[in-house]
């Protein structure tokens, strides 16, 4: 049976490669693609969503626009990790299909409080405005849910927008306090797992040779994260962050969780969006599940394999 999902992000060259990937999995039932501002603009985040979605062929994915700003904050993007549109260096074009009626907000609650409790999915790639302010409009939704993967937070591996928060929950962390108090079950991809899935020379070789769209595409995206990394931070081979959210749902014994309970600083400026990760927690009532290890290699071989099967 087909994991029926929603794709909340704001596309980011990494996200872009977590679409693809989803886009090209015919055991997914990929129900929309809702969009928010956060790597660069929400109009940029709903104009690459569609543009990755021509990419694929997959037109018959509604694609919704969100939330344009955090609840409480200035809108801050990452346009040095993900260039000036997000998309690395692919020149931006209108694509041929427009956004679907309707905001991210209201095709989430729709889409999910239509269909049976814990049926649907959710994969958030990107700050949580879109779930929040769905969760503040039916209050239901959270116990209506599937499992919520979220890449996002970190803990042992320290942040990479300030010292202790990741990009994500450090752009809206209202928004994330919210979603991780509201009761629903979350798997948290963190840089303590992310860090793990490298995108190594080989790995990017190996999407590289693929003859599809999808992953000409896919590895043009790698390819510019593996110069900026070298550049910024220093690496050889940059984290595969979002992806990681679809490789969970499609092969979820790649990674190994943690049960736990996790809070979000919301008042320092100094600690702004650290999550609070404890792990001293009941095992049966836990909500919170921490992704502790990452199969790599399994990762990347899933992601080769499912964009050599795309357009």
């Not at 003859?211 to 896919?218: D, L």
């Amino acid at each position: 049976m087909k994991q029926s999902l929603i794709i909340d992000c704001d596309p980011g060259v990494d996200d872009a490669t977590g679409l693809l990937t989803a886009f090209a999995s015919a055991d997914l039932d990929l129900l929309a693609v809702t969009t928010v501002g956060g790597n660069v603009s929400a109009e940029k985040t709903a104009r690459n969503a569609r543009i990755l979605r021509q990419i694929a062929g997959r037109e018959d994915v509604p694609v919704f626009a969100g939330a344009e700003r955090p609840l409480r904050r200035d809108p801050a993007g990452a346009g040095e990790f993900h260039g000036a549109e997000g998309l690395g260096e692919l020149t931006p074009f209108e694509p041929a299909a427009p956004v679907a009626e309707g905001t991210a907000t209201e095709a989430i609650v729709r889409l999910v409080m239509t269909r049976p409790a814990g049926s649907v999915a959710l994969a958030v790639m990107g700050p949580m405005t879109n779930l929040a302010l769905a969760m503040r409009a039916e209050p239901a939704l959270a116990a209506h849910l599937g499992p919520v993967v979220v890449m996002g937070g970190a803990r042992s591996e320290g942040g990479n927008i300030t010292a202790s928060a990741e990009f994500n929950i450090w752009a809206d962390p209202e928004a994330a306090a919210e979603v991780f108090a509201s009761g629903c079950r979350m798997i948290v991809m963190g840089l303590d797992a992310t860090h793990q899935v490298r995108a190594t020379e080989g790995r990017i070789a190996a999407i590289e040779a693929l003859p599809t769209a999808s992953a000409r595409t896919a590895a043009a995206m790698l390819r510019f994260s593996q110069r900026v990394e070298r550049r910024i931070v220093g690496w050889d081979a940059g984290p595969l962050h979002d992806p990681c959210t679809v490789a969970w749902l499609l092969r979820p014994d790649l990674f190994e969780l943690a049960p736990c309970r996790i809070a979000v600083e919301t008042e320092s400026d100094l600690t702004r969006g650290h999550t609070a990760v404890e792990f001293r927690v009941e095992a049966a009532g836990a909500n919170h599940f921490w992704a502790t290890k990452a199969d790599a290699a399994g990762v990347f071989a899933l992601i080769t394999q499912r964009l050599g099967e795309g357009a």
